[in-house]
């Protein structure tokens, strides 16, 4: 059983930065893809960002390219999400998740382990 655990989320002004985290356990990091979403109040949840496991090529949704950037470190079995230039529409709670997919995934079904999430929120 894979485990997910995000951190790094908090309350920033617009046009700050935060780099959010997701420490994976139980699995081999190395061969999951993963992912970023995250859900608004009252929104559906939403494509963030991912990252392969095969290469590394990564995809961003419109709304995050050039201000988003995904990562991931396989030494410490961790992703990261760095977030430059938040606007208050960032607001949400993120979420990492992960598949065993070689490609990249912006449809949350196709995932098989989620986090808890982190609280992220942009102050205009």
């Known amino acids: 059983q894979v485990r997910l655990v995000e951190s790094g989320g908090g309350l920033v002004q617009a046009g700050g930065s935060l780099r959010l985290s997701c420490a994976a356990s139980?699995?081999?990091?190395?061969?999951?893809?993963m992912g970023w979403f995250r859900q608004a109040p009252g929104k559906e949840r939403e494509f963030v960002a991912a990252?392969?496991?095969?290469?590394?090529?990564?995809h961003y949704a419109d709304s995050v390219k050039g201000r988003f950037t995904i990562s991931r470190d396989n030494a410490k079995n961790t992703v990261y999400l760095q977030m430059n230039s938040l606007k208050p529409e960032d607001t949400a709670a993120y979420y990492c998740?992960?598949?065993?997919?070689?490609?990249?995934?912006?449809?949350?079904?196709?995932?098989?382990?989620w986090g808890q999430g982190t609280q992220v929120t942009v102050s205009s």
């Open positions: 990252i392969s496991w095969s290469d590394g090529s990564t």
């Open positions: 139980g699995g081999t990091f190395s061969r999951f893809s």
């Open positions: 998740a992960a598949t065993r997919s070689y490609a990249i995934l912006v449809a949350g079904i196709g995932y098989d382990y």
